[in-house]
């Protein structure tokens, strides 16, 4: 399967532990997006990498919440000390960086990570 | 501030029939305006994109229009069937943002 992955897939935890979760997109595709989708809303931007480099953050997002993408590959999204209001879906997407190919505008999403907070 | 709506929550329509679904924005000059879809528990699925010098954009079944005076867009899929059925998300790239802003989604379910 070559489409974005993520892991866990679900992932429950109790209030105040810190939880990872980890992004692999298309291989081809530099840009990487984090979002948090909760229930009847639609998916809420938290950050944008271009290949390694963390171009934009949500002025939303709390310092609890930190991305990396160290090798400009994987993705990773810690979010410390959890809060029951933190329970979400959080997806990944990754789209391809070459200006003017079909595809350009197009993000593919992972099939995302259902957090539980107690 | 700036808004993306949807006016719909959900939408039912016979089988067959042409649904239309409605993105309304507010203060944004959008670069593109996006549509996907969405099937409960997965990640949203691309369908189609209209740039904001373009008025009309086609794929097999769906037809998006778009335009910048009314600051809408409207989103069509022909001849529905029940296999349409799913939360459909329109979003937004407002130019000098690498953001994508989506809006709450139109549930439509397409009845035999």
């Known amino acids: 399967d070559t489409g974005v992955s993520q892991n866990p897939r679900h992932k429950i935890t109790k209030r105040g532990q810190n939880v990872t979760f980890r992004c692999d997109p298309i291989s081809e595709h530099n840009r990487l997006y984090w979002y948090r989708q909760t229930l009847g809303q639609g998916p809420e931007f938290l950050t944008y990498f271009q290949n390694e480099a963390q171009l934009e953050k949500s002025r939303l997002l709390s310092d609890r919440f930190s991305a990396e993408r160290p090798k400009g590959s994987f993705s990773t999204l810690e979010i410390q000390r959890t809060e029951q209001g933190d329970s979400a879906m959080y997806l990944c997407?990754?789209?391809?960086?070459?200006?003017?190919?079909?595809?350009?505008?197009?993000?593919?999403f992972g099939p995302g990570t259902r957090l539980t907070v107690l | 501030s700036q808004k993306i709506e949807q006016n719909s929550e959900a939408l039912n329509i016979q089988e067959g029939k042409t649904a239309t679904l409605t993105c309304n924005y507010t203060n944004y000059s959008p670069a593109y305006l996006q549509w996907y879809r969405q099937d409960p528990g997965r990640g949203p699925v691309f369908l189609l994109l209209?740039?904001?010098?373009?008025k009309e954009k086609r794929k097999e079944r769906l037809k998006v229009t778009f335009d910048t005076t009314l600051k809408q867009s409207l989103f069509h899929i022909t001849a529905s069937q029940p296999a349409d059925s799913a939360t459909y998300l329109c979003a937004l790239r407002g130019a000098g943002s690498y953001q994508l802003t989506f809006g709450k989604g139109t549930k439509l379910s397409v009845i035999p």
């Open positions: 997407a990754s789209r391809e960086g070459l200006a003017g190919g079909p595809n350009y505008n197009e993000q593919f």
């Open positions: 209209i740039r904001e010098n373009e």
